[in-house]
């Protein structure tokens, strides 16, 4: 039996979790949005102004999948929620329960952070992943959107074209 263990992201962990970013964003069909390098990597999880965390699940002395996160705020709640920017799991190591268990993994922090809930977007074609995340008795808020400004759109509002 293969020995599965989640361990919070070190330096050194870094070019793994760049190989995990790309290969999520070839599934998502949006590798040609990647624009990090493992040295971005490394100075958004461990630099002196990183918000992010990472976990890295292990079979063995392998890495097989990983999921990043920060904590964002719901004034509603008037409390801290996690959100979970992104889960991979490598296709061989599927079907194990080895995303469940980073799932669980997260949400057994965020509660110890106290956090008043866990969110994360997923793709609306992405039917195995819905499923998966309804099996954990997920809800879908499909009546909310995501809205992003970006590139030439956010520096055009926020006044600072040509700048950088």
Known sequence: MANFHIEAARPED????LQFIRDLAEYERLLDQVVATEEDVRRELFGEKSVIRAVVAWEDETPVGFALYFFNF?????RRGLYLEDLYV??????????KQLMRHLAKTAKEEGC????????DWNEPAIGFYESLGAT?????RICRLTGEALDRFAGTEGCK
């Open 14 to 17: 870094c070019g793994v979790i």
């Open 74 to 78: 719901s004034t509603f709640l008037t």
């Open 90 to 99: 490598t296709p061989k190591s599927r079907g194990k329960g080895y995303g």
């Open 116 to 123: 008043g809930r866990f969110e994360w977007s997923v793709l």
């Open 140 to 144: 879908l808020m499909l009546d909310w």
